[in-house]
């Protein structure tokens, strides 16, 4: 069961992502379901024999195209989850099944009598299919898991890694990173009772870990976590990294094994869930004490 006091928290870190992240899931969706009615034509046929002098009629052609787009999609989404075995690629498969589906009744409207209801609920299954997957469905390729119901497995993750801090290091300072910083000092989130002495980095790239491993003085326990979900990328991103990482905060952590190598500590605990991850690394380092003399001897 998740804590009314870290369901709370997790409202506050993900509140202002979720409404952009929800106008731009709208207009997505406005864009979707406008790219998939298939196109309307006029064609005049001749008068008398109960036809009216202008009939407008949809283009089969195109529904067929868009249909065979949407299967097409489907089985590639179908085939790549038979070969890597992750959970969202069938997902993915499905809502273009969906897809495919809606366009099937527009590409044998020729042949079959389509009524008004049922293309009207036709619509309304498109437009549900897609919104329950932008909240269940994890796309393939980089994202904040505070875009979609994902962070609910990283609230999880970090109760429990908190849990296993609490029981090996209760008096340890701890390197990590935002959100969890924040779950560690801040006890009204509900994490914690008391606040912890914190070393804070801004991730878990190779450049913020060199940063930690120049300055061992300053932590005795690290708890990682995966701070975006990474995918391996199915197609090149068209707008490359460059501008991936300048617009939308785009970064790859670095797996756990090699931040506990980078840092000299050995990792003690470690949970994976839904393609996300976190750790628990302690440290034996030796202290070297030495004795100085008094400024003023008397």
């Known amino acids: 069961m998740l804590g009314k006091a870290s369901l709370a928290s997790a409202n506050v870190y993900a509140d202002t992502q979720n409404v952009e992240s929800a106008k731009f899931g709208l207009t997505a969706l406005r864009c979707a379901i ?21 009939l407008m009629t949809h283009d089969p052609i195109v529904a067929l195209g868009l249909f065979a787009t949407g299967a097409f999609a489907a089985g590639l989404f179908s085939y790549v989850h ?32 389509v009524a008004p209801w049922q293309a009207a609920i036709n619509q309304w299954l498109l437009a549900a299919a897609a919104f329950v997957a932008g909240l269940f ?33 209760p008096d340890a300072t701890v390197l990590t990173a935002w959100p969890m910083s924040d779950e560690l000092t801040r006890p009204e989130l509900g994490y914690v009772k008391k606040p912890w002495d914190v070393f804070a980095i801004d991730d878990f790239t190779a450049g913020e870990i060199a940063r930690a491993a120049a300055e061992p ?19 090149p991103s068209l707008s490359g990294e460059a501008l991936d990482e300048h617009y939308f905060g785009l970064h790859h952590d670095l797996p756990p094994d090699l931040i506990a190598q980078h840092l000299g500590g050995t990792m003690v605990w470690e949970r994976r869930d839904d393609g996300m991850w ?6 034996n380092r030796q202290v070297e004490a030495r004795l100085e003399k008094p400024a003023f001897s008397f």
Do not use: C
């Open 34 to 54: 406008s790219a998939a009615q298939p196109t309307r034509t006029f064609v005049r046929q001749p008068a008398g024999a109960g036809n009216s002098p202008y």
């Open 82 to 113: 038979d070969m890597k075995r992750q959970q969202y690629l069938l997902f993915w498969a499905g809502a273009w099944g969906f897809v495919a589906l809606h366009d099937l009744s527009p590409a044998l409207e020729r042949w079959m009598a």
């Open 137 to 169: 469905v994890n796309p393939p390729y980089g994202f904040a898991p505070e875009d979609n119901l994902a962070y609910a497995h990283v609230i999880r993750m970090h109760q429990a890694g908190i849990a296993q801090l609490k029981k090996l290091y």
């Open 217 to 235: 003085e300053k932590y005795s326990a690290a708890l990682v976590f995966s701070t975006k979900y990474d995918p391996p990328p199915l197609l």
């Open 278 to 283: 976190i750790a628990l690394i302690r440290f």
